[in-house]
């Protein structure tokens, strides 16, 4: 999800839900503790450089219960982040704490905000010799029964 498909999303709520992967929805009094620009400088197992920015949300439950963030309110702390993230519709990406910290991707379904699970991958396959996955699956004869014929 981009920042501006957020926005857009945010506008047309009267409440702010997260969801896990699991289905589980994060507690309602949760807070967004940091909206920052992530950028990722790196060289893959196949020596090609490469680079990666992401606007990052940082989601934090405290024990004040009786908080909840409400969409206008959401807006209003992407709009200040606009200072560190400029004016590029980046993707998000959403930090979360769990056994350790858990990095999501972002969706939204039309009513909840759905954190995706994010996954590792050699970028280099051919350099390291991972073979392709594709495989060829064998032609299927597929016999077709009439009622009364027996064959089934």
């Known amino acids: 999800m981009k920042i501006s498909e957020m926005k857009q999303s945010l506008a047309g709520l009267d409440a702010v839900h997260f ?13 967004v503790t940091e909206v920052g620009l992530v950028s990722k400088y790196f060289i893959d197992c196949g020596g090609v450089e490469r ?23 959401f807006l209003h702390i992407l709009a200040l982040s606009e200072k560190i993230l400029g ?12 056994a350790t910290i858990g990095k999501f991707g972002l969706a939204f379904d039309g009513q909840d905000f759905v954190l995706l699970p994010k996954q590792t991958a050699c970028l280099a396959q051919d350099a390291c010799g991972i073979p392709n996955k594709e495989v060829a699956l064998p032609q299927l004869h597929v016999m077709a029964c009439t009622p009364g014929s027996g064959c089934c």
């Open 19 to 31: 969801r896990l992967p699991s289905g589980e929805y994060l507690p309602p009094h949760f807070h």
């Open 51 to 73: 680079q990666e920015t992401v606007a990052n949300f940082q989601l934090w439950e405290a024990g004040d219960y009786d908080h909840r963030l409400a969409p206008q309110k």
């Open 87 to 98: 004016q590029e519709d980046l993707d998000i990406e959403v930090e979360y704490q769990q």
